[in-house]
């Protein structure tokens, strides 16, 4: 009876010896493997539109979803400091988190501007609420400045961006000629090796016209494919047309808003 | 037995009386029964949550990714076998029970058969969707509640099938098969059975199931000060020892385990927001072996001399109890429905469940913060939990010996019992 209560215990401590081994590397697995409580949905404006350009947008998800999630507006002025209005409630897991610019002019020089704004924003609420992931959605000139703030200073937060959704975003700029490359297309191009593996992105154009969702053209959009393309995790370009296909009016188009809710809500 | 005292001798007295009842045996033959498959879905499901789970303890630390071939084909194997078995688990003791209720009363195989198929119909009107019935679409079934958690739910029909099929057969004169007989206890089950099961879904939106691990949830929100714990766990044994086997969740734990994580990440020193909750005191300090402390009385079985039969159930067991999945011991020894190892099985969850909450609440065990691993060893959860704390590890080792403490007796009387009652019982 001794022989066989002793055998237990016995392969009890066999089965710990991997646990005594492997408990020196646990720290590291565990800070390697952690995600935080609070995974935000970040949303970038763009060019022309203040932080509450997606009032009405997160209202409609709030509709469409069976939890309402609170909204954090940030805006960030020309001297780095911010600005906010609206709450993020305790509990709530993932919150909306639009940050808006008070130069929010077009341009080339002006997006990277507004994309080292970005970074600051970003860094003063990681400070804040400390999540170390998210993910994030970027209309027109706002998917830029995501794009370059994933190529440029995504690393020096170490923070993981789980998903993104660019809407009518002009990685060309207002340039139709396929041949002809913008310098921030050569710019976002140069630093398409440094965005992160484990990504997931969405790239939707409108189409109003054949040729564009009158402002964008459709070519501009399409170059989405020569950065994110072999790059991240998966990249997928959605084009809609119909109702709502025109540029302004895309993140308030049903057809968008469900596809925010199916891949970019959790 | 000179030396059991008059409490044992009356706990023995009861359970023997209790394994002569005529539905406690028919629950235990179909317990016996189903004991085989409960046994291989347990050891598939070990080894994919423990072994090839990233989330599993072996997975973890013997780095499986680097040397198991086909690791997904193996996932997908694994995962259907024990669907195969651990999922269906409801379905054959609702046949099992009902089948040898009747096969006391009747020779006919036919009869026997019938009263046990009766009950997985009768079951089956419980489990369907609900959209499907009332939407007028083609019917679909469901199969989440027919595994472990729906083993109480399967005893309960397989009881009321198979008494009232009884019934019918003891005022039947005639000794030949009676189809007609046949045909009207079963179709009166079922069409029975049927609108009950419509009226269900008509009027609820959840399993019944559900309504039971409801009931479990709500006085329990957020535990955390002792009688909160100790309520948790006399609920949870309570209705693991009715049959619902499967694991249960209360809601509103995994932010504060998130927050504990975070403070233990971002700062330094070990100092945690919650200390006391539902998950560093009852999962970490009074689940080894599963639910009910039951490698404690893996142990005990393991001390007692001459225990021979739960010996054999023991070393079967062996494997997913170190890998605190309870449900072979639960239905091998059985502790279902066994007054005499209900007591232990209550007892013993609350008496570690108390001295670790001393221990963490007056800080001299630090509280748990990382993650654990499935399938890790019970006694090293708490080391690993806490990042390599050799007061946590040592006092996880006095709550084994605690409970070990306090199964061994029941198992000695249980064993007695069985010795005593064991001829009437088999015949």
């Known amino acids: 009876m001794k022989r066989r209560g002793l055998f237990l215990l016995v392969l009890l401590v066999l089965l710990c010896v991997p646990g005594f081994l492997w408990q020196p590397h646990q720290a590291a697995t565990v800070r390697a493997n952690y995600r935080s409580y609070l995974d935000p949905i970040i949303l970038v404006p763009g060019s022309s539109a203040t932080q509450n350009r997606f009032n009405a947008l997160v209202k409609e998800l709030n509709h469409e979803t069976p939890k309402t999630h609170s909204l954090l507006r940030v805006e960030v002025m020309t001297d780095g400091t911010l600005k906010y209005s609206g709450t993020l409630q305790s509990g709530d897991e993932h919150p909306f988190i639009v940050i808006g610019f008070q130069n929010h002019h077009d341009g080339y020089r002006n997006i990277l501007k507004q994309a080292q704004w970005f970074a600051t924003a970003f860094k003063q609420l990681q400070a804040t609420y400390h999540f170390n992931h998210f993910s994030a959605m970027g209309h027109s000139n706002g998917g830029l400045i995501l794009t370059l703030f994933l190529e440029d200073d995504l690393a020096a937060t170490h923070a993981h961006a789980d998903r993104l959704m660019t809407i009518a975003t002009p990685f060309n700029l207002e340039e139709a000629d396929p041949d002809v490359d913008t310098p921030l297309f050569k710019r976002l191009e140069s630093g ?4 992160p593996h484990e990504l997931v992105v969405y790239s939707i154009a409108g189409s109003k016209t054949y040729t564009g969702d009158g402002i964008v053209p459709f070519d501009s959009v399409n170059r989405g494919k020569y950065l994110f393309q072999d790059q991240v995790k998966a990249f997928t370009q959605i084009t809609v047309t119909g109702a709502n296909a025109n540029h302004a009016d895309l993140p308030e188009n049903q057809q968008i808003v469900g596809l925010i809710c199916q891949d970019i809500l959790p | 037995m000179q030396t059991t005292n008059l409490f044992a001798r009356y706990l023995i007295r009861v359970e023997i009386s209790w394994q002569h009842n005529r539905q406690i045996t028919a629950i235990r033959r179909a317990l016996r029964l189903i004991f085989p498959l409960v046994l291989l879905g347990s050891l598939a499901d070990f080894i994919n949550q423990a072994w090839l789970q990233t989330d599993g303890y072996y997975y973890q630390t013997l780095h499986v990714v680097k040397w198991v071939l086909r690791l997904r084909l193996a996932r997908e194997y694994l995962r259907l ?3 195969g078995t651990l999922g269906l688990t409801a379905v054959l003791m609702a046949f099992a029970v009902s089948f040898y209720l009747v096969a006391s009363s009747t020779q006919h195989t036919t009869d026997r058969l019938m009263a046990g198929i009766t009950a997985v119909i009768s079951l089956k009107f419980f489990n369907v969707n609900r959209a499907s019935v009332l939407a007028l679409r083609p019917i679909k079934w469901l199969s989440t509640d027919l595994g472990l958690t729906g ?11 198979g008494n009232s099929y009884r019934w019918c057969l003891n005022r039947q004169q005639a000794d030949e098969a009676d189809l007609g007989l046949t045909l009207t206890v079963t179709s009166g089950w079922i069409l029975g059975t049927a609108a009950l099961g419509l009226l269900w879904i008509g009027t609820q939106t959840t399993s019944v199931n559900a309504i039971f691990t409801s009931m479990m949830r709500w006085p329990f929100h957020l535990p955390h000060f002792i009688m909160g714990l100790a309520g948790f766990s006399v609920l949870t044994s309570l209705y693991q020892w009715l049959g619902l086997l499967g694991p249960i969740t209360v809601g509103g734990q995994s932010m ?4 504990n994580l975070a403070a233990v990440l971002n700062h330094h020193g070990w100092q945690l927001p919650h200390p006391v909750t539902l998950h560093t005191i009852v999962n970490v300090y009074a689940e080894f072996g599963g639910s009910g402390m039951l490698l404690g009385l893996l142990f005990a079985i393991f001390l007692v001399r001459g225990a021979h039969q739960q010996q054999r159930v023991g070393w079967l067991s062996l494997v997913p109890t ?3 999945l309870g449900a072979p011991l639960m239905v091998g020894v059985p502790v279902i ?5 209900g007591i232990p099985f209550l007892l013993a969850p609350l008496a570690t469940i108390s001295v670790s909450w001393l221990c963490v609440r007056f800080a001299w065990v630090p509280a748990v913060a990382y993650p654990l691993a499935t399938g890790t060893p019970g006694p090293l959860l708490a080391y690993l939990g806490t990042g390599g704390s050799w007061s946590a590890l040592a006092l996880a080792l006095v709550d084994l010996a605690i409970s070990t403490a306090i199964y061994y007796p029941f198992v000695k009387w249980q064993q007695v ?4 009652g064991g001829a ?4």
């Open chain 2, 151 to 161: 083993v109480l739910m399967g005893i309960l029909i397989g009881l009321l099938v």
């Open chain 2, 417 to 420: 019992a069985q010795v005593e």
């Open chain 2, 256 to 259: 504060e385990s998130a927050q």
């Open chain 2, 81 to 83: 076998i024990s669907a």
């Open chain 2, 424 to 427: 009437v019982h088999e015949a």
């Open chain 2, 337 to 341: 429905l066994s007054p005499l190892l």
């Open chain 1, 192 to 195: 398409r090796k440094r965005l």
């Open chain 2, 322 to 324: 170190l890998g605190n």
